[in-house]
């Protein structure tokens, strides 16, 4: 094979059927010339052209690779997700047959760097975030417990109703009202994650104690003395962080 491999360096590909876009060809091809070029035998060819198809489309890719005298193959495929070709005698056959499993997500999410597309939430929200999703990817293989363990992760340090969604490209449809001041999108290759909480006036205490925690106090009328007056308003910051509803707030400060 590493002759054959040898021989067939340098030449151009043909293609001889497709239904697949030209950005997928492009991209299976380039790296089939590359891999011909680095691979010693046919199995490292067609690893590599899977796996960066499967990095650069998305879904669950097929490769199948040999000698035009000696390939002969019966495969059903999605439309626009097949490709056929060959360099010199070498032939390259790619498809697509579904959906990647979730443990294979999460294993590709690993080894990608986290990028933050949008981001409105508190100071210290976002790089926790993005600490407990690393953490959660390499401890689960199901993108429902890595959403649950970012989500309690938020919560133990962060007060309020926080929701959260994670998915591929998230090619989904929601309709929902975020907090302005607690917002954030971010992924992890083709992993995204969403986390927000609603806007106060759909989420309640929760999300209203929440967003004071972070707003400086402002004094609308006083008549005790200054140290009084410090003492209620530090204290009352400080409980901002402890409490999810209204009455147990007003007790702690209260006490």
């Not at 959403?147 to 962060?158: S, Y």
């Amino acid at each position: 094979q590493a002759d054959i491999l040898s021989m067939t360096r340098g030449a151009t590909a043909e293609v001889l059927s497709s239904t697949a876009s030209a950005a997928m060809e492009d991209l299976a091809l380039s790296t089939a010339k590359a891999a011909i070029a680095e691979q010693k035998d046919f199995a490292g060819v067609a690893e590599a052209v899977m796996d960066a198809l499967v990095r650069g489309v998305g879904g669950v890719w097929r490769c199948i690779v040999g000698l035009d005298a000696h390939l002969g193959c019966w495969v059903r495929y999605g439309e626009e997700e097949y490709l056929e070709a060959r360099f010199r005698d070498f032939r390259i056959v790619v498809f697509k047959t579904g959906n990647l499993p979730q443990a294979d997500i999460i294993a590709m999410a690993m080894n990608e760097e986290p990028q933050v597309t949008t981001s409105s939430v508190p100071e210290g929200v976002e790089p926790l975030v993005l600490k407990a999703t690393r953490a959660a990817l390499g401890r689960h293989r199901e993108l429902t417990a890595v959403a649950e363990e970012v989500k309690e992760e938020v919560a133990k340090v962060f007060a309020g109703a926080w929701q959260i969604f994670v998915g591929v490209d998230l090619n989904f449809g929601a309709a929902f009202v975020p907090s302005p001041e607690a917002y954030l999108e971010c992924n992890f290759g083709k992993l995204e994650l969403v986390l927000f909480q609603a806007a106060a006036g759909n989420s309640g205490a929760a999300s209203i104690i929440a967003a004071a925690a972070h707003e400086d106090a402002e004094i609308i009328k006083c008549t005790v003395r200054d140290e009084v007056r410090q003492f209620a308003v530090e204290k009352a910051k400080s409980e901002l962080g402890r409490h999810s509803d209204f009455a147990s707030l007003a007790c702690a400060v209260h006490e």
